[in-house]
C-alpha cells in the first residue's frame, strides 16, 4: 500500500485548494480511503471519508457544504487511484497537516472512521495554511 498526499500550500481565508492523494498497490474496490489533518497542538480528525466499494462520501460536519472528496481511477483494475478533497471557502481553522489513509472494508465497517483506528496505512501528509 502506497499513498502519497500533494496539493498543499497557502491560501487566503475563503479561497480554495485541491488536495490529492494517490494511492497504489491495493484494489480500491475493497477499501476505503479517509482524510484527515492534524493542526499544532490539537488531536488528528477526521475530514471526509470515501469507501472504494460504492463510493459513498461521508465529512465531518465542520468541513460539510464545503470540502469536496472524490476519486479518479489511473488503472482498470483500480490498483491505482487518485483521491482528491476539493477544499472551498476555506477558513483559517482549516490550518493543519492533511493526511490521506487507507482501511480494509468500507467507511462504515469497524470504527468510527472518523477517529481513524482503522486506518493502518498513511501517507506523509502535506500542510495546509490559511491566512485571515
Known amino acids: 500500500v502506497h499513498l502519497v498526499e500533494s496539493g498543499g500550500g497557502l491560501v487566503q481565508a475563503g479561497g480554495s485548494l485541491k488536495l490529492s492523494c494517490a494511492s497504489s498497490?491495493?484494489?480500491?474496490?475493497?477499501?476505503?480511503i479517509g482524510w484527515f489533518r492534524q493542526a499544532p497542538g490539537k488531536e488528528r480528525e477526521g475530514v471526509s471519508c470515501f469507501s472504494g466499494d460504492d463510493g459513498s462520501t461521508y465529512y465531518a460536519d465542520s468541513v460539510k457544504g464545503r470540502f469536496t472528496v472524490g476519486r479518479v481511477a489511473i488503472s482498470a483494475d483500480n490498483a491505482e487511484n487518485t483521491l482528491y478533497l476539493q477544499m472551498n471557502n476555506l477558513k483559517p481553522e482549516d490550518t493543519a497537516v492533511y493526511y490521506c489513509?487507507?482501511?480494509?472494508?468500507?467507511?462504515?465497517?469497524?470504527?468510527?472512521?472518523?477517529?481513524?483506528?482503522?486506518?493502518?496505512?498513511w501517507g506523509q501528509g502535506t500542510q495546509v495554511t490559511v491566512s485571515s
Open positions: 498497490g491495493f484494489i480500491l474496490d475493497y477499501h476505503a
Open positions: 489513509a487507507a482501511k480494509l472494508g468500507s467507511c462504515t465497517y469497524g470504527s468510527s472512521w472518523f477517529v481513524g483506528l482503522d486506518f493502518g496505512s
